[in-house]
């Protein structure tokens, strides 16, 4: 039998003041582990707590697309290669509990209206996930806007690289078997529809019978590179989990934030360029 672990995160950037956070939604997936249960039930209990936190960037308190909405993505993926996404999902308070009713179906990814009627059809309720917080944040940038106080062509990201912001969780159950998961509001100045890194299997996650793998950061940049298949593969070539959390992040340059977490038959992992509120049980 192997030692249930559990790493989550609350984005990189975010503060150490939401550390709680993490450490709550770690405490809630270990309650799932308790007496033998499931990774993925472990991943997806606190992947809600921390959708549930107004705090974070993901469910209630998602930030909001340039015209107002919160657009939301979330997936969660196991060992077996079972796979549940959403993208650009409105008005459900945890996008990653449908993520997890897609995994059901015969497909991975559902997007947009079409994601919302599946979420009606499966007996979610209408939720407006947009806080006070989240409006006062839209309004800044939509000034910062107004005032050209950004770069030509779709400003470039060094000069926002403190606003990224993804949740995430990994799990290791007393059976060996991993599951990943992560949710987002997205990042600022996103135009609507846009998609991320975060549903998409192997750019914001992904999981196998070496380990499982939760990323956040620079959407765009973490798909250009692949990043949690690529930290994964390390994994599963015999790297340590936390040097191939290491190696991952020097995929990138500093300018652009990245936070990875891992879980491996030996032990957990964690790196970040940001500061990060993150948390395992593992020593």
């Known amino acids: 039998m192997a030692s249930p672990v559990v790493v989550t995160h609350c984005g990189a950037g975010s503060t150490l003041e939401i550390v709680d956070a993490a ?11 308790d007496g033998g249960g499931r990774a993925l039930d472990a991943v997806t209990n606190a992947i809600v707590v921390l959708e549930d936190d107004e705090r974070t960037n993901a469910g209630t308190g998602s930030r909001l697309r340039i015209d107002g909405r919160a657009q939301m993505d979330a ?8 796979s549940g996404a959403v993208a650009a999902i409105e008005g459900v308070r945890n996008p990653i509990l449908v993520a997890r009713k897609v995994m059901e179906t015969p497909h991975v990814l559902l997007v947009g209206a079409d ?25 800044e940038s939509l000034d910062r806007i107004r005032r050209g106080d950004l770069p030509p062509h779709a400003r470039k990201w060094r000069d926002f690289r403190d606003l990224a912001g993804t949740v995430g969780a990994v ?19 996103m135009m609507p529809g846009r998609v991320g ?3 998409i299997v192997g750019a914001g996650i992904y999981c196998g019978s070496a380990g499982a793998v939760s990323v956040t950061g620079h959407g765009e940049e973490i798909i ?5 298949k690529s930290v994964y593969d390390l994994m599963a070539r015999g790297r340590r989990t936390q040097a ?23 032990g ?3 790196a970040c360029n940001r500061k990060m509120a993150w948390w395992t049980n593992a020593p």
């Open 171 to 189: 799990a290791r159950d007393s059976r060996g078997h991993f599951c990943a998961g992560s949710s987002t509001g997205g990042t600022a100045f």
């Open 244 to 266: 191939a959390c290491d190696e991952g992040l020097r995929l990138f340059k500093k300018t652009i934030p990245i936070g990875i977490i891992a879980v491996g038959k030996d």
């Open 224 to 228: 250009r590179r692949v990043l949690s």
């Open 75 to 82: 997936s969660i993926m196991t060992e077996d290669l079972e």
């Open 23 to 33: 450490e709550t939604a770690g405490r809630a997936a270990l309650s799932a582990l």
């Open 268 to 270: 957990a992992g964690e």
């Open 115 to 139: 994601a919302v009627a599946f979420a009606r059809r499966m007996g979610f309720q209408s939720h407006n996930p947009v806080t006070a917080a989240a409006k006062v944040r839209w309004k």
């Open 197 to 199: 890194d975060t549903p």
